[in-house]
Protein backbone atom coordinates (compact mmCIF):
# COMPACT_ATOMS: atom_id res chain seq x y z
CA UNK A 1 0.00 0.00 0.00
CA UNK A 2 1.21 3.40 -1.01
CA UNK A 3 2.13 5.20 2.01
CA UNK A 4 3.04 8.43 0.36
CA UNK A 5 0.89 9.52 -2.22
CA UNK A 6 1.52 12.33 -5.14
CA UNK A 7 -1.09 14.11 -7.37
CA UNK A 8 -0.50 14.24 -10.29
CA UNK A 9 1.77 11.94 -11.16
CA UNK A 10 1.94 14.02 -14.34
CA UNK A 11 1.12 17.65 -14.47
CA UNK A 12 1.57 20.24 -17.46
CA UNK A 13 0.83 24.09 -17.20
CA UNK A 14 1.43 27.06 -19.00
CA UNK A 15 4.13 29.57 -18.34
CA UNK A 16 2.95 32.20 -15.42
CA UNK A 17 -0.23 29.86 -14.83
CA UNK A 18 -0.24 29.24 -11.19
CA UNK A 19 -0.31 25.19 -10.42
CA UNK A 20 -0.89 23.42 -7.26
CA UNK A 21 0.77 19.84 -6.61
CA UNK A 22 -0.84 17.40 -4.07
CA UNK A 23 1.03 14.64 -1.00
CA UNK A 24 -0.50 13.03 1.26
CA UNK A 25 0.11 9.97 4.22
CA UNK A 26 -0.91 7.53 5.77
CA UNK A 27 2.28 7.42 8.17
CA UNK A 28 1.14 9.76 10.57
CA UNK A 29 4.52 10.87 10.33
CA UNK A 30 4.68 15.05 11.60
CA UNK A 31 7.67 15.59 9.23
CA UNK A 32 6.69 16.63 5.78
CA UNK A 33 9.15 17.94 2.75
CA UNK A 34 8.90 18.91 -0.55
CA UNK A 35 12.22 18.75 -2.99
CA UNK A 36 12.63 19.51 -6.46
CA UNK A 37 14.89 17.34 -8.64
CA UNK A 38 16.15 18.16 -12.01
CA UNK A 39 17.39 16.08 -14.66
CA UNK A 40 20.54 14.11 -13.20
CA UNK A 41 20.89 16.23 -10.58
CA UNK A 42 20.01 15.67 -6.99
CA UNK A 43 16.78 16.26 -4.97
CA UNK A 44 16.94 20.07 -3.44
CA UNK A 45 15.28 20.65 -0.52
CA UNK A 46 12.67 23.75 -0.79
CA UNK A 47 11.11 23.48 2.50
CA UNK A 48 9.43 21.44 5.30
CA UNK A 49 7.07 21.58 7.71
CA UNK A 50 7.53 20.21 11.36
CA UNK A 51 3.75 19.69 12.62
CA UNK A 52 2.90 22.77 11.77
CA UNK A 53 6.25 25.07 11.83
CA UNK A 54 6.70 26.17 7.97
CA UNK A 55 10.74 25.91 7.32
CA UNK A 56 11.73 27.62 4.40
CA UNK A 57 15.32 26.82 2.75
CA UNK A 58 16.73 30.18 2.41
CA UNK A 59 17.33 30.02 -1.32
CA UNK A 60 13.90 28.67 -2.18
CA UNK A 61 12.16 31.49 -4.62
CA UNK A 62 9.06 33.44 -3.40
CA UNK A 63 6.99 32.02 -6.25
CA UNK A 64 7.18 28.49 -4.86
CA UNK A 65 4.74 28.50 -1.51
CA UNK A 66 3.40 25.71 0.93
CA UNK A 67 0.60 24.82 2.67
CA UNK A 68 0.05 22.03 5.06
CA UNK A 69 -4.09 22.03 6.18
CA UNK A 70 -3.52 18.90 8.97
CA UNK A 71 -1.25 16.26 9.49
CA UNK A 72 -2.17 14.06 6.28
CA UNK A 73 -1.83 16.98 3.01
CA UNK A 74 1.11 18.95 2.14
CA UNK A 75 0.53 21.55 -0.96
CA UNK A 76 3.15 22.88 -2.71
CA UNK A 77 2.16 26.17 -4.99
CA UNK A 78 4.04 27.28 -7.64
CA UNK A 79 2.67 30.72 -7.94
CA UNK A 80 3.83 31.55 -11.76
CA UNK A 81 5.61 29.02 -12.74
CA UNK A 82 8.47 29.98 -15.42
CA UNK A 83 10.57 27.31 -18.04
CA UNK A 84 12.94 26.92 -15.17
CA UNK A 85 10.69 25.16 -12.87
CA UNK A 86 10.47 22.01 -15.32
CA UNK A 87 11.63 19.44 -12.72
CA UNK A 88 10.27 16.28 -10.73
CA UNK A 89 8.76 17.33 -6.90
CA UNK A 90 9.21 15.05 -4.14
CA UNK A 91 7.39 14.89 -1.01
CA UNK A 92 9.18 13.25 1.74
CA UNK A 93 7.51 12.41 5.02
CA UNK A 94 9.31 11.59 8.30
CA UNK A 95 8.21 10.19 12.06
CA UNK A 96 8.97 11.35 15.30
CA UNK A 97 12.27 10.52 15.46
CA UNK A 98 14.69 12.85 13.65
CA UNK A 99 17.48 10.88 13.02
CA UNK A 100 15.36 7.90 11.06
CA UNK A 101 15.21 8.52 7.37
CA UNK A 102 12.71 10.28 5.10
CA UNK A 103 10.04 8.41 3.07
CA UNK A 104 9.47 9.45 -0.69
CA UNK A 105 6.49 9.83 -2.26
CA UNK A 106 6.48 8.67 -6.27
CA UNK A 107 6.82 12.42 -7.30
CA UNK A 108 5.18 14.73 -10.03
CA UNK A 109 6.76 15.53 -13.03
CA UNK A 110 5.67 19.43 -13.87
CA UNK A 111 6.27 20.24 -17.49
CA UNK A 112 5.70 24.66 -18.20
CA UNK A 113 4.93 25.44 -21.80
CA UNK B 1 33.16 22.35 -3.08
CA UNK B 2 29.81 20.15 -2.88
CA UNK B 3 29.23 19.05 0.45
CA UNK B 4 28.74 15.58 -1.10
CA UNK B 5 30.17 14.40 -4.28
CA UNK B 6 29.62 11.78 -6.32
CA UNK B 7 30.39 10.11 -9.72
CA UNK B 8 27.48 10.49 -12.04
CA UNK B 9 28.35 7.48 -14.23
CA UNK B 10 26.87 5.98 -16.10
CA UNK B 11 28.55 2.45 -14.49
CA UNK B 12 27.56 -0.23 -16.91
CA UNK B 13 28.48 -3.77 -15.69
CA UNK B 14 27.75 -7.18 -16.56
CA UNK B 15 25.08 -9.06 -14.76
CA UNK B 16 26.68 -11.05 -11.37
CA UNK B 17 29.24 -8.62 -11.50
CA UNK B 18 30.38 -6.93 -7.84
CA UNK B 19 29.07 -2.90 -8.00
CA UNK B 20 30.93 -0.19 -5.94
CA UNK B 21 29.34 2.98 -5.71
CA UNK B 22 31.34 5.56 -3.30
CA UNK B 23 30.81 9.01 -2.28
CA UNK B 24 33.07 11.17 -0.71
CA UNK B 25 32.03 14.24 1.71
CA UNK B 26 33.38 17.18 3.46
CA UNK B 27 31.69 17.95 6.62
CA UNK B 28 33.08 15.86 9.54
CA UNK B 29 29.91 17.07 11.47
CA UNK B 30 27.69 14.43 9.22
CA UNK B 31 26.97 11.25 11.24
CA UNK B 32 24.15 9.12 9.26
CA UNK B 33 24.11 7.63 5.84
CA UNK B 34 21.47 6.80 3.50
CA UNK B 35 21.57 5.32 0.17
CA UNK B 36 18.83 5.80 -1.92
CA UNK B 37 17.62 3.69 -5.25
CA UNK B 38 16.04 5.86 -7.51
CA UNK B 39 14.16 4.24 -10.43
CA UNK B 40 13.80 6.56 -13.58
CA UNK B 41 10.61 9.14 -12.99
CA UNK B 42 10.06 7.53 -9.86
CA UNK B 43 10.89 8.56 -6.38
CA UNK B 44 13.64 7.75 -4.46
CA UNK B 45 13.62 4.80 -2.18
CA UNK B 46 15.56 3.62 1.23
CA UNK B 47 18.30 0.98 0.61
CA UNK B 48 20.70 1.52 3.72
CA UNK B 49 21.00 3.48 6.31
CA UNK B 50 24.18 3.85 8.95
CA UNK B 51 25.34 5.77 11.53
CA UNK B 52 28.48 6.82 11.93
CA UNK B 53 31.71 4.47 10.87
CA UNK B 54 31.39 0.85 9.90
CA UNK B 55 29.78 -1.57 7.79
CA UNK B 56 26.04 -2.28 7.74
CA UNK B 57 24.78 -5.48 5.33
CA UNK B 58 21.27 -6.36 3.75
CA UNK B 59 20.79 -8.60 1.73
CA UNK B 60 23.07 -8.44 -1.64
CA UNK B 61 23.69 -5.01 -0.18
CA UNK B 62 26.38 -3.74 2.04
CA UNK B 63 26.99 0.17 2.85
CA UNK B 64 30.60 1.49 4.25
CA UNK B 65 31.63 4.40 6.03
CA UNK B 66 34.55 5.47 6.65
CA UNK B 67 34.78 8.75 8.36
CA UNK B 68 38.37 8.98 9.21
CA UNK B 69 38.39 9.65 4.90
CA UNK B 70 35.32 10.96 4.79
CA UNK B 71 34.36 8.23 1.89
CA UNK B 72 30.92 6.23 1.98
CA UNK B 73 30.55 3.46 -0.51
CA UNK B 74 27.70 0.87 -1.45
CA UNK B 75 28.30 -2.23 -2.57
CA UNK B 76 26.25 -4.74 -4.48
CA UNK B 77 26.60 -8.40 -5.14
CA UNK B 78 25.46 -10.48 -7.64
CA UNK B 79 24.16 -7.69 -9.96
CA UNK B 80 21.15 -7.69 -11.93
CA UNK B 81 19.62 -6.07 -14.25
CA UNK B 82 16.71 -4.84 -11.84
CA UNK B 83 19.02 -3.41 -9.96
CA UNK B 84 19.52 -1.03 -13.00
CA UNK B 85 18.65 2.43 -11.32
CA UNK B 86 20.30 5.67 -10.16
CA UNK B 87 21.89 5.19 -6.26
CA UNK B 88 21.95 8.52 -4.14
CA UNK B 89 24.19 8.48 -1.12
CA UNK B 90 22.59 11.13 1.36
CA UNK B 91 23.93 12.50 4.46
CA UNK B 92 23.19 14.48 7.87
CA UNK B 93 24.55 15.97 10.84
CA UNK B 94 23.45 14.41 14.52
CA UNK B 95 21.09 16.84 15.71
CA UNK B 96 19.86 18.43 12.52
CA UNK B 97 16.25 19.01 11.90
CA UNK B 98 15.63 16.79 9.07
CA UNK B 99 17.20 18.03 6.31
CA UNK B 100 19.35 15.37 4.33
CA UNK B 101 22.10 16.64 1.83
CA UNK B 102 22.29 14.56 -1.40
CA UNK B 103 25.10 13.57 -3.19
CA UNK B 104 24.84 14.07 -7.73
CA UNK B 105 23.50 10.15 -8.02
CA UNK B 106 25.56 7.51 -9.77
CA UNK B 107 23.46 5.70 -12.58
CA UNK B 108 24.05 2.15 -12.66
CA UNK B 109 23.09 -0.56 -15.63
CA UNK B 110 23.37 -3.91 -15.36
CA UNK B 111 23.31 -6.31 -18.71
CA UNK B 112 21.64 -8.81 -18.99
Known amino acids: DAMVIQNPRYQVTQFGKPVTLSCSQTLNHNVMYWYQQKSSQAPKLLFHYYDKDFNNEADTPDNFQSRRPNTSFCFLDIRSPGLGDAAMYLC????????????FGPGTRLLVL | QKEVEQDPGPLSVPEGAIVSLNCTYSNSAFQYFMWYRQYSRKGPELLMY????GNKEDGRFTAQVDKSSKYISLFIRDSQPSDSATYLC????????????FGQGTTLQVKP
Open chain 2, 90 to 101: ATRPSGNTGKLI
Open chain 2, 50 to 53: TYSS
Open chain 1, 92 to 103: ATEGQKLQETQY
